[in-house]
Structures are given as structure tokens and as C-alpha cells.
């Protein structure tokens, strides 16, 4: 996915600029390309389908389509969160996954990532507000870049090569990121290769309206309880996380494989989701 927001500097773009940022990312989606036109922002994706193959393509939207979706991921707890909502009157319009993030906001605002459990680098356009709230899940599965195009502007993809694209972006090498390649292998974030780009870091917001672009953490559901030390305890919840972990992302309406190394990591893995699909039809 990329963008671009802006608000009071905001310069107009040929169209054809979003498309090649998007056309870079191809690789990361062939299935299908979505694209979103508004005053003050332009973004564009590209899908793998996954997850609602007839009506899943972004963007996605709340009823009234003020809050507005791209992402790149899944939600794992999407069925439950879709069953709390529906409950509290919200209406989906499809089944996929993502559709959960743009109610979620109506009911939390700024906190709706704090109730996701997956793997999205998330683009959230609030028209109302003239607002973009870009978020990265917890642990950094998902890749997601940002340059500042002024205090109110800002650019942002997936991947670098395709924020390179815009026009006029400066791409002033950063030498620390190259000084520290050798020793690391890569790149420690949030700098990157060039000085005006960044990486969002991961459990991470950046939002940007007509008060500025800031960056900003949000609060980790999954920090860890007290739980019994006794050994028979401690099995006993790790076999529970690591199911639970397992069945969540069985959430598929294609065919779901495993990589097998002959390790014990994917043999539990792979017995898990063997015990998860047996009494499936």
C-alpha cells in the first residue's frame, strides 16, 4: 500500500504518480489493485486475496464510508470482534477481515489498534477529521515507511522503492545506515537508507492532520499476566497459547499450507492445525 495526505500546503499530483507507486508494489499483491481519491488524500494498494475473495477489495469502509481502510496483513481475532460489534449495531458491508478496523474506530477512535490481534501495516483515512492514522502491528511483521513532506504533509508505502517515487523527495543518502549495515546486516530502524525516510516503528501510530504529523505508541494487549509458577501450569498455558496462536490463523478461504524443516517448532505447527481440520467438512 502508499499514500499521500496533505493538508494545508497540499500540492496536486498527477494521477499517474500514485499508480506507479502502486504498480512497484505489485509483487506484494497481483490479485487485485484498489485506489482512493480525496481532498487531501490519495492512496493505493495492491491485494493478495486471502481472506473474502468476492467482496474483500479495498478499500474498506464504516457504513457511511467516513472511515476509510488500505492495509496490508489480517486480523487473527476478526470473528470475535465482528460478533461485539454487529452487536453493538454496526452493519458489514463484507466479510473480510480488515472491514472490523473501520468500526472498531466509530467505537474507540484512536485505540482501535489496541484491540487488534495480527499481522497490518494500516493506513486509516477519517474523513471528518481530515485525518491519516498509519499503524504498525506489534511485533514489525509488516513493513511501512513514511517521509514528512512538510508539517503537514506526508508520503508513505510498504516498501521504499515505492516512496521513492514521489516526486521532489529528498533522497540524501543517510551514511550511519550504511556505516551500520556491515555490522548488523541491516538496517537497525527507524532510519533507513535515506535521511528524509523513516521506518514506522513497529506498535507504533503516526498521525497526521492540520495539527502536524506525530508519532506515537500504542498500548500492547498482550502484556504478559502473573500466572502460576508451578510447572504444570506453566505447560498448561503454553499449550494454550501456542493453539490458540495456531487456530487463529487458520482464518483462510484458500488452501492453507506448512513449511516443514523437520524441527520441533513446525511439527507442533503442523499438529496442531492436523487436530484443528479433522472434524472440519
Same mark, same amino acid.
Request: aromatic share 10%; with cysteine.
Given at each position: 500500500?502508499?499514500?499521500?495526505?496533505?493538508y494545508?500546503?497540499?500540492?496536486?499530483?498527477?494521477?499517474?504518480?500514485?499508480?506507479?507507486?502502486?504498480?512497484?508494489?505489485?509483487?506484494?499483491?497481483?490479485?487485485?489493485?484498489?485506489?482512493?481519491?480525496?481532498?487531501?488524500?490519495?492512496?493505493?494498494?495492491?491485494?493478495l486475496?486471502?481472506?473474502?475473495?468476492?467482496?474483500?477489495?479495498?478499500?474498506?469502509?464504516?457504513?457511511?464510508?467516513?472511515?476509510? *481502510?488500505?492495509?496490508?496483513g489480517?486480523?487473527?481475532?476478526?470473528?470475535?470482534?465482528k460478533?461485539e460489534?454487529?452487536?453493538?449495531?454496526?452493519?458489514?458491508?463484507?466479510?473480510?477481515?480488515?472491514?472490523?478496523?473501520?468500526?472498531?474506530?466509530?467505537?474507540?477512535?484512536?485505540? !482501535?489498534?489496541?484491540?487488534?490481534?495480527?499481522?497490518?501495516?494500516?493506513?486509516?483515512?477519517?474523513?471528518?477529521?481530515?485525518?491519516?492514522?498509519?499503524?504498525?502491528?506489534?511485533?514489525?511483521?509488516k513493513?511501512?515507511?513514511?517521509?514528512?513532506?512538510?508539517?503537514?504533509?506526508?508520503?508513505?508505502?510498504?516498501?521504499?522503492?515505492?516512496?521513492?517515487?514521489?516526486?521532489?523527495?529528498?533522497?540524501?543518502?543517510?551514511?550511519?545506515?550504511?556505516?551500520?549495515?556491515?555490522?548488523?546486516?541491516?538496517?537497525?530502524?527507524?532510519?533507513? !537508507?535515506?535521511?528524509?525516510?523513516?521506518?514506522?516503528?513497529?506498535?507504533?501510530?503516526?498521525?497526521?492532520?492540520?495539527?502536524?504529523?506525530?508519532?506515537?505508541?500504542?498500548?500492547?494487549?498482550?502484556?504478559?499476566?502473573?500466572?502460576?509458577?508451578?510447572?504444570?501450569?506453566?505447560?498448561?498455558?503454553?499449550?494454550?497459547?501456542?493453539?490458540?496462536?495456531?487456530? %487463529?490463523? *487458520?482464518? %483462510?478461504?484458500?488452501?492453507?499450507?506448512?513449511?516443514?524443516? %523437520?524441527?520441533?517448532?513446525?511439527?507442533?505447527?503442523?499438529?496442531?492445525? %492436523?487436530?484443528?481440520?479433522?472434524?472440519?467438512p
Amino acid at each position: 500500500m502508499c499514500g499521500i495526505a496533505g493538508y494545508k500546503t497540499w500540492r496536486e499530483i498527477d494521477a499517474s504518480v500514485l499508480q506507479e507507486m502502486v504498480a512497484v508494489l505489485y509483487h506484494r499483491g497481483p490479485d487485485s489493485a484498489g485506489f482512493l481519491h480525496r481532498n487531501g488524500y490519495h492512496a493505493g494498494m495492491r491485494r493478495l486475496s486471502i481472506v473474502d475473495l468476492v467482496t474483500g477489495d479495498q478499500p474498506l469502509y464504516n457504513e457511511d464510508q467516513s472511515v476509510i *481502510l488500505i492495509y496490508n496483513g489480517e486480523i487473527y481475532n476478526y470473528p470475535q470482534l465482528k460478533r461485539e460489534l454487529e452487536q453493538k449495531g454496526h452493519r458489514f458491508r463484507t466479510t473480510c477481515d480488515g472491514e472490523a478496523i473501520c468500526h472498531l474506530y466509530e467505537e474507540y477512535g484512536e485505540d !482501535v489498534f489496541e484491540h487488534l490481534d495480527g499481522q497490518f501495516a494500516a493506513a486509516l483515512w477519517i474523513e471528518a477529521e481530515q485525518k491519516l492514522i498509519l499503524a504498525r502491528d506489534l511485533p514489525g511483521e509488516k513493513p511501512l515507511y513514511y517521509a514528512r513532506l512538510s508539517d503537514t504533509e506526508v508520503a508513505f508505502a510498504s516498501e521504499i522503492k515505492s516512496l521513492v517515487k514521489f516526486p521532489g523527495l529528498d533522497l540524501t543518502l543517510n551514511y550511519q545506515a550504511l556505516w551500520d549495515f556491515p555490522t548488523f546486516l541491516s538496517i537497525p530502524e527507524p532510519e533507513t !537508507v535515506y535521511q528524509s525516510i523513516m521506518a514506522l516503528p513497529r506498535g507504533h501510530l503516526l498521525i497526521a492532520d492540520a495539527q502536524g504529523v506525530r508519532v506515537q505508541a500504542y498500548a500492547n494487549r498482550f502484556n504478559l499476566q502473573p500466572i502460576d509458577s508451578a510447572e504444570d501450569a506453566i505447560i498448561a498455558e503454553t499449550r494454550r497459547v501456542v493453539s490458540e496462536a495456531i487456530y %487463529s490463523r *487458520l482464518l %483462510s478461504d484458500v488452501p492453507v499450507g506448512s513449511f516443514l524443516s %523437520s524441527g520441533l517448532d513446525s511439527s507442533i505447527a503442523l499438529g496442531a492445525i %492436523s487436530m484443528a481440520t479433522a472434524n472440519r467438512p
